[in-house]
């Protein structure tokens, strides 16, 4: 059977968890662990060779780390960063937990990313913390589950962890293969199928919808969404794209009642009275990324996680803070931001205590 007759008849019901300690201690259960773990990421494309030249196994994406965890009851713990000060490029000290169903640590790591690395020399703050954090996630789960990608034919080494390595051969470049359904071009937005694919189900995985899209094909997901946006690849802006794929996501998730589920956990997101992409610099010098850093920064310090996480998610929450604030971006003092996010974390803290403390 080849690997792609093996991705169509991926069958997500057949995947059922036991405990690491059960599976440590059977050799048939991990042995199948091993199987679903390989059939998961070759079906979602998440094994990339490093180098065509260098025979060596593939290297597996964070996701199918998380996947793997999931098939022995464990996920990801708290995560975070701090700025290493004092050095001569935007540096980040990184570090991630991973815990089993009980919340027990089973595993933590370290890392770090910072602008004298290739990719990350021009992109927001934002990406290099959020890279950093990627990067001590893989270490953990490596520290824990490291056997099971060996079983299944892929390295040990988390695929972040080797993207910007390099060796007296040159530098090493991702190997991404290329997705028929969705022709990559000289477009807009600049970003490949292959890039906004694998952006697509970290956001399913996110919202807990990954399972339900038919017959797991992602592609076809995709090019639903924007046919119903009336979007084309080519000539589409990235927000649109974003847009389009959140609306089906949207509907996915009513359809398996998780909307209904969020909406009575947390408060009701206003629409922002200000749109701050769209401003100039504004008088207290700070940019989004700088500000969206610190405020991530407070809402860790008290253990907030809101459900988007991402750049995108952080600048929805600071919005949110200032219209509750009554503060305008481009006006406000620094310290009026910042006591405003202040505020606005405490009330969403509250907020949460207090639905638990009804149920």
Same mark, same amino acid.
């Given at each position: 059977m080849t690997e792609q007759t093996e991705e169509k008849k991926l069958d997500f019901k057949s995947f059922?968890? /036991?405990s690491l300690k059960e599976v440590m201690g *059977?050799?048939? $259960? +991990?042995?199948?662990?091993?199987?679903? $773990?390989? @059939?998961?990421?070759i079906h979602f494309d998440l094994a990339k060779a490093l180098d065509k030249n260098r025979p060596e196994a593939? /290297? !597996? +994406? !964070?996701?199918?780390?998380?996947?793997?965890?999931? $098939?022995?009851?464990l996920r990801g713990g708290s995560s975070g960063y701090e700025v290493i000060p004092? %050095?001569? %490029?935007?540096?980040?000290?990184?570090?991630? #937990? !991973? %815990?089993d169903a009980d919340g027990n640590v089973v595993a933590r790591a370290e890392s770090m990313c910072d602008r004298s690395e290739k990719n990350w020399k021009t992109t927001s703050s934002y990406a290099v913390a959020s890279m950093g954090i990627t990067r001590a996630q893989g270490k953990?789960?490596?520290m824990v589950l490291g056997f099971l990608p060996l079983l299944a034919g892929f390295s040990a080494t988390p695929w972040e962890e080797m993207v910007n390595l390099e060796s007296d051969a040159g530098t090493y470049q991702p190997q991404r293969a290329a997705n028929p359904n969705i022709k990559d071009a000289t477009t807009i937005h600049g970003m490949t199928s292959d890039q906004f694919? *694998?952006?697509?189900v970290s956001l399913l995985n996110r919202e807990g919808v990954l399972a339900k899209v038919p017959n797991g094909d992602i592609s076809t997901f995709v090019k639903s969404s924007m046919e119903k946006a009336g979007l084309k690849w080519d000539t589409a802006q990235k927000v649109q794209l974003e847009k389009a794929v959140m609306t089906q996501v949207d509907l996915l998730k009513k359809e398996d009642g !998780?909307? #209904?589920? @969020?909406?009575?956990?947390?408060?009701?997101? #206003?629409k922002p009275a200000v749109n701050l992409e769209d401003m100039e610099t504004p008088e207290h010098g700070m940019t989004m990324d700088q500000f969206g850093v610190w405020t991530q920064g407070v809402m860790e310090t008290v253990g907030l996680k809101i459900t988007d996480m991402s750049p995108k998610g952080i600048s929805q929450f600071i919005k949110l803070g200032l219209q509750h604030g009554k503060l305008d971006w481009y006006t406000a003092t620094e310290e009026e931001l910042k006591a405003a996010i202040r505020a606005y974390t405490d009330k969403v803290v509250k907020y949460a205590q207090d639905e638990v403390g009804t149920e």
């Open positions: 059922e968890t /036991h *059977n050799a048939k $259960l +991990m042995e199948a662990k091993a199987k679903q $773990l390989r @059939e998961f990421a593939p /290297h !597996i +994406m !964070i996701e199918a780390w998380q996947f793997a965890g999931f $098939l022995c009851q004092d %050095v001569p %490029v935007e540096r980040y000290r990184t570090w991630a #937990e !991973i %815990v953990a789960w490596r694919g *694998n952006w697509v !998780i909307a #209904e589920a @969020e909406a009575a956990q947390e408060p009701a997101a #206003e």
